[in-house]
Each structure stands twice: as structure tokens, then as C-alpha cells.
């Protein structure tokens, strides 16, 4: 069913008793071409691509529990192309640029509103980065401006520009950079994987992996088992546990990541923001929320929430960049399990056993990377060769140490990228 502004008239006229359910709920075959582990947003978006651009339908995506409950639907739904390294500079710009036609291509909204995203500094040596990321993002064909202090004020007048500890400098605006509705995103990929005829399949958790003679051949699951010729793992913060079903060992740690919501405001933040002097970021929902998050919590948890300390450190954040904040009251918070790589880089790529594919190492930057990542995923599952906007996503730079992206310049520990 196509969705317009006539089918909406159309059902109105109605009683909207016409509009079909958005995805099936089909009984796993015994097998298929490729089934996908996983059903957050880089598992539907690579289902979504396999079927498109390669035709391949005899697909499966198993979610343990329902699509669009894991990360995709948890987190604060920045979306932006503002990388400064080789490797993630290309693969970013890519994603951007699907997210913007994407609505389109999934004829579905999903409120992408490229609102644009200010990177504040508050120091010389900030604004010498930011003037040379800037740069970088330039030179990928991506757009930014360094503003100045006064720059900034126009866009955001009600910063603590004149705070004693962290006044600020200015900031590197990214018009382009934005947010969309999370849980939309899911959804919307999930009908357009399903209308060619991929198969969802919610409650169903794998709990192993069949390998004959080196080679991938199928998957246990709490329906059964499931043969395929080809398996793509894409589980986020699960990824450690479902390789270690393959035997493999990860170079990933998984880590809390922490959200917060206030009630409903009238329109105040046009924009995304971001504190250059401890880690905040925050925008305002459609809905009038103020959404914003900071830190992992630092330690090693598969616990899908936090704790109040990590919220006091963003709550002091927040409160030294825009005091305003104080005013508004705290609806809910809530928490992730993030896949962290030494590097804060991405993996996609194939593993040492044949037919099995990874795509993990999203850290708390995933959902941008939505559209690019399943694009990728799925050129790789289709080809066997990676996608021009990937060729770095190594998974063996953690062993050989060449091809590292530390983006952040933290050196090799999980929880600091
Ligand atoms: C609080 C928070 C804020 C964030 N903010 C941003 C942001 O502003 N911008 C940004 O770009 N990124 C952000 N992120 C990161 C982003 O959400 C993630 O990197 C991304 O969503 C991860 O990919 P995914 O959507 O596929 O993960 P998920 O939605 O977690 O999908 C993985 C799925 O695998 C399933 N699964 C796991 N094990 C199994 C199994 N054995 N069998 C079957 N299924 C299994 C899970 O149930 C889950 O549904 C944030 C994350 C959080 C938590």
C-alpha cells in the first residue's frame, strides 16, 4: 500500500478501516539465501538494501525481541556528516546523503529535519580542531563554517557565553546535520523490506550458529533451526555474545549509554548542540522534549540502563552551557548497550568463517549510519566485496594495528572514544 496525502483523504472518507498492517508476520521457512541477525536499524536498512539494489528476497531478519526495541529506537537521533578521518570521512558523507532521500525511497516519514548541528569550542586549541575538521568535511564535498563567538549568538542566544570556566569561542556549524525520528526510521525500513518480500521474524532469538567444514550453514534459534548459504550478524551491544557462537572473540566492549527527556516545551532549540568542554548534546523532539545525553557510564555492562552519577555529569553539563535548562522538569531516562571498538571505528566485513558477515562497532554513533551501514552490509553479502564508501572497516586492524581510526585521539580504550 502506497502511502500519500490522497490515501489519507481516501481512508478518512472511510472511517480508516482500509489501512493494511505495515509488515507481515510470516512463519520462518526451513531456510533462506541470507538470513540477517538482528533487527535494529542496520539489519532492517541491510534487508532493506539486499532486496533493492542486489533483488535479493530470499531473505531473513531474526529479532530476539521485537524490530525497532534495541538501540534504534533508544537513542537522541543525531544525524550528521562531520567526520574528520579517511575511512569514516567517505562512509558518513555516503549515509548523509541516502538519509536525505531517504523518505522517498521508503515512502515513509520519517521526520529527517536537517535542522543543523553546532559544534561549540571554548579554547584555541578547540577552535584550531574544529577549523581543521571543518576542512576535512569540506573537502569530502560536505559543508561547514566556522562562526565566531558572535557567530554563534545569532544562531543560539541562550548559551552561557560569558560562563567563568567554559566561556565560549565560537562554533562549526553543519547545516546539513540534523535529527529524524528514531523509532520512524525502523519502522519505515521494516515496510519497505517486507513490501519485497523479506521475511521479519520478532521473538525469534538465535542462540547458534551452524558451521560445517569452515563454512557457514545455518542458525539456531528459540524457533528452530534455520539453513542459510549466507549469515550477516548485526546485534549492536549483543555483538560479542553472538560471535562467540561462531567461536569468534571480538575486539568490542559493551558500555552503557544513558538518555534523558524533559516534558513538553514550547520551541526553543532550533538546533543540535554540542559542548565542547565535557561530552552534552542535546535537541528538541517535535513533540517539544528537550533530548540529551553526554558519557558512557564507563564500565562494561549489558545492562540497557544507567546509573545517577553519569546523570549528574550531564545534568552539571548541561546546566553550565544553557542555565536555562534548570527550569524545565526531567520526564524520563533511560539506557543502551553500545558496541565499543578499540578504536571508536566501525567493523564490516567478512569474518574467517565463509558466508558469515559483521557489521558492529557502531559505538554510540550507529544511527547515522543507518542507511550507509545496510548499504554497505549488504553490497558486501551480495558481492563478497566491500562498498566503495567501506573498504576501511577492517576487521583485522585490531590484530595488525595498520588502518587504526581513532577519531577522537584516545588511544586504544573502549570507553574513552
Ligand atoms: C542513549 C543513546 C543515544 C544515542 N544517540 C545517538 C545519536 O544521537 N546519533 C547516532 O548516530 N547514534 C546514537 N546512538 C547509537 C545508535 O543508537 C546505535 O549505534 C545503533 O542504533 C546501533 O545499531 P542498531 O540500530 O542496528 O542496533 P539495535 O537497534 O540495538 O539492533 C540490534 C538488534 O539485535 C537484536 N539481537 C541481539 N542479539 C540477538 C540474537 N541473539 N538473536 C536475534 N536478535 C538479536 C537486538 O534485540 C536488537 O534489536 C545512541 C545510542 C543510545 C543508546
Known sequence: MRYSGFQIF?????????WKPVWRDPTPKPEYDIIIIGGGGHGLATAHYLAKEHGLTNVAVLEKGYLGGGNVGRNTTIVRANYALPGNSEFYSHSLKLWEGLEGDLNYNVMHSQRG??????????????ARR????INQGDDAILLDREGVRKHLPYLDFDNARFP??????????GSARHDAVAWGLARAADSRGVDLIQNCEVTGIDIEGGRVTGVQTTRGAIRAKKVGIVVAGRSGQV??????RLPIESHILQAFVTEGLKPVIDHVVTFGMGHFYISQSDKGGLVFGGDLDFYASYAARGNLPMAEHVMEAAMALMPMIGKAQLLRSWGGIMDMTPDGSPII??????????????????FKAV???????????AQDRPHES?????LDRFRTGVGLMDEEGTGSQHNLH
Request: charged content about 15%; overall charge positive.
Open 390 to 394: 567501506a573498504t576501511k572497516y577492517r
Open 349 to 366: 566485513d567478512r569474518t574467517p568463517i565463509e558466508g558469515l558477515y559483521i557489521d558492529c562497532g557502531w559505538c554510540y554513533g550507529g
Open 371 to 381: 542507511p550507509g551501514s545496510g548499504f554497505a552490509f549488504a553490497h558486501l553479502i
Open 243 to 248: 560471535a562467540a557462537m561462531a567461536g569468534m
Open 168 to 177: 565560549i569561542y565560537g562554533g562549526l556549524f553543519h547545516p546539513r546535520g
Open 10 to 18: 481516501k481512508q478518512g472518507l472511510t472511517g480508516n478501516s482500509g
Open 134 to 137: 571543518g576542512n576535512a568535511m
Open 117 to 130: 548541528v553546532i559544534n561549540l569550542f571554548h579554547s584555541d586549541g578547540q577552535r584550531d580542531y574544529a
